[in-house]
């Protein structure tokens, strides 16, 4: 069984993950923004925002989100570390434009291009550390991705309230710089140069991964699963059922990932604390306090990922979602109908802190671990790209409509509509998700092919 001997496959696992760490800061750099935004202190725009224009901000990373994993097609034909490097600069240019500029369209722009960057990054980090994973421990590190994505929104939360919008933006380039610095070091991936018949690089870039000397057993199972899976494109997802199940199994998870409201919060934690009203702890530090759990928890997940599995994980995630977010929906329906909610004003910190560990440990990291193990290598880039722009164009349907739920229906009538769909969640996964804990890629396929063969 191949193992990580050597310190060269974690070093590469911290480079890229880099992206993660910058795509959870981009996620959540609207929650200190916002609120600066709507007053007229420390705001570069020398106006308050409307509702709309707050509204656009907010959505408009998603809807580049959208497009963004569009170009991750270009993977299978330029390799995913140069696809990884191309995805880095309209991120960096993003916050260049977001730290200086002072109109409102700079804005929307800005937030636009850097989800075009965000959102091919997620997919391509997830395809790329599923391929250079041995399959014993795929699990635990498609997971990590999630960590580095809480660091980088616990680090949103820790400085943004504290410094101005042109600071915080520059700060932000951090991570990224960080990952254009160490780029050259890292490997491309053996199963890229395998599809591209440069089976002596994957050799060496496995060797490389594993600290070992002797990988031609790996090495010999890559190429016979990519001879097996040598040609392959749209039309023949829609031909496979097996393929049709994993393109099923993806959008799923995906569009209840959206429903549940954990990117909408994330990005939105700090209006959200200020609309409960008085509180012992206040707008700016809840979400510090939440930020740090998630991360905690999501280190956890990555531990035992591999020995619990999947589904379990997935299962108990969505059912403490739903039922922590229909708890703080029913707290806000009680304080919008004036009732006196001051004896347990700390039950919203407690709903949203369990609300965003129960999705730490399953709804959010597990269906992009999912997307990078659950299609064969020659339809991987362009089934996965269809997948995630799915997952984001909910996201931009989820965000734009967000700021409005105040006005017209509350944020009790949000909250609750989060936490029936994450109810709702809990059955899709029993009835449809298969477990891939410990299994390889070929192996996940071949699975997926008997299921089929057995329902026809």
Sequence with gaps: MARHRGGYFYFTVSIVNLLAFSAGVAQTWTSPVLPKLKTLDENPLGKVITTSEASLVNALLSIGN????????????????????????????????????????????????????????LL?????????????????????????????????????????????????????????????????????????????????????????????????????????????????????????????????????????????????????????GQSPISAEQSPIIIGACKIVVTILTSLVVEKSGRKILLIFSATGASLSILTLGIFFYLHEHNYDVSNVNLLPLICMTLFIISCS????????????????????????????????????????????????????????FFGVSSGVCVIFVWLVVPETKGKSLAEVQDMLDKKNDGSN
């Design 66 to 121: 959208t497009f963004g994993p569009l170009l991750a097609v270009s993977a299978s034909r330029y390799g995913r570390k140069i696809t990884m490097l191309l995805i880095a600069i309209p991120i960096t240019i993003a916050y260049v434009a977001l730290a200086f500029g002072s109109n409102i369209y700079v804005y929307y722009i800005a937030r636009f291009v850097k989800g075009l960057g965000v959102g091919s990054s």
């Design 124 to 276: 391509i980090l997830q395809i790329y550390l599923g391929e250079v994973a041995a399959k014993n421990n795929r699990g635990t590190f498609g997971c990590l991705s999630s960590v580095y994505y809480g660091l980088g929104a616990l680090s949103v939360y820790a400085i943004g309230p504290y410094v101005s919008i042109k600071v915080f933006s520059l700060t932000c380039l951090t991570p990224v710089g960080l990952f254009l610095i160490f780029y050259a070091f890292i490997p491309e991936s053996p199963i890229h140069l395998v599809l591209n018949g440069d089976n002596v690089g994957a050799e060496q870039s496995l060797i490389k991964l594993r600290g070992a000397t002797d990988v031609k057993e790996e090495l010999s199972e890559m190429v016979k699963f990519c001879e097996k899976k040598k040609t392959g494109n749209i039309r023949d997802i829609l031909k496979s059922p097996a393929l049709k199940k994993s393109l099923t199994i993806c959008f799923g998870l995906f569009i209840f990932r959206q429903l549940s409201g954990m990117d909408v919060i994330l990005s939105n934690m700090q209006i959200i604390f200020e609309a409960v």
């Design 361 to 416: 440990f399953g709804l959010m990291p597990l269906p992009w671990a999912i997307l990078g193990e659950i299609f064969p290598n020659n339809v991987k880039s362009t089934a996965s790209s269809f997948a995630a722009s799915l997952n984001y164009f909910v996201a931009f349907m989820v965000t734009l409509i967000f700021p409005y739920f105040e006005d017209f229906i509350g944020m009790s009538g949000g909250m609750i």
